[in-house]
């Protein structure tokens, strides 16, 4: 059990995002650095006032985060790296949290982003990571389409699921899409729409999986006590879990590590599912958005059918308010933040039309890094406006 810390000494302000574009113009670096800018405008700080730095990114390299800080001309007394995919940027702000309160630095910038040309996204998807490398790729599954095909086929014959049901999850997120002017997909999207789209692999469609788009996001953790803190709406977290690799890739990939931290989640925060006013669920596909719902507790198996159609697919649960990755695109390791980034704008207003009304508590979850089956990282995390 990891020993409890009192969050309220700790504020997350700042929260941003460079537009996601398609095929943009900018590199990794500038898209960070614009990141940074932005954030710390936004949270009306000063480059001085920053003492830690924590970067997430696959296309970074051969830079790493000292590199940016010198471009950036930061002196930092705390710094980090992470590469862990949907789950990364969590993974840095669990850590940025601890070394704000155990006194390492008080204000900590995270920023998250990517750039892809067609190459650069062709070697990551064969290069992953060394297992795919030397089992998958030579099979030409490499792609992570063929794994989540399997998952989604395996899910709706547990849940008694439907293609129409995943289209009523599609179709709503790109309905909260239409009013996030930054989506990079707006357009409404008919039922027809989705379910005569490009088959990529058995069940899924071209409109099942996330479009690779260039971006970035960044937010700034600081001490409750800095004085800029009194100066933003407040963000405080009520509940920062995380769990990594919790059945060496033997389950069958619906269970993923939120099962596992939940009790604690929900008791270490006093609250429940049923009180989240907003939830950002890392939805690199319709499936994995279910599973970690279910993981949560916000449905059971017997009622997944009806909590997509009763909850989801009306609005009642306000999911992916963006318009999640499916919509608003997946900028790489951008998009560890980008759930966060999308909640804390929920909580402080700041969502224009498609804000959520007095929205007080809001959940983001991190799910990445696939072995060769599933995803092994897993975060979550519930946020309080005061």
Known sequence: MTPSFNLETVRLLGATEVTYTRRGQLGTSELLAQAFKQSLATAGLKASDIDGLGVASFTHAPDRAIDLAWKLGLTVGWIMDDSNGGASGLNILQHAIRAVQAGDARCIAIVAGDHFQAKDFQQLVENYN??????????????????????????????????????????RQRLWASMNPAAVYRSPMRLDEYLNAPQVADPLTRLDCVP?????????????????AHNQPAITVKALRSAHNIDDQQGDGLSTGLATLAPALWAESGLSPAQMDVVSIYDDYPVMVLAQLQDLGFFQADDAKQFIHESIATGRLPLNTSGGQLSAGQAGAACSLHGLVEVMRQLSAQAGERQVAQARYGLVTGYGMVEYRYGMCSTALVLEAL
């Not at 599954?141 to 009523?168: C, I, V, W």
């Not at 690779?212 to 800029?228: Q, S, T």
Request: net charge positive.
């Open 212 to 228: 690779v788009v260039d971006g970035a996001n960044a937010l700034i953790v600081m001490r409750a006590d800095h004085p800029a």
């Open 130 to 171: 060394q297992t795919t490398y030397d089992h998958l790729r030579p099979l030409g599954a490499g792609s992570p389409n063929h794994r989540f095909a399997m998952l989604t086929a395996n899910q709706m014959r547990k849940l008694g699921l439907e293609r129409a049901d995943y289209a009523a999850l599609v179709m």
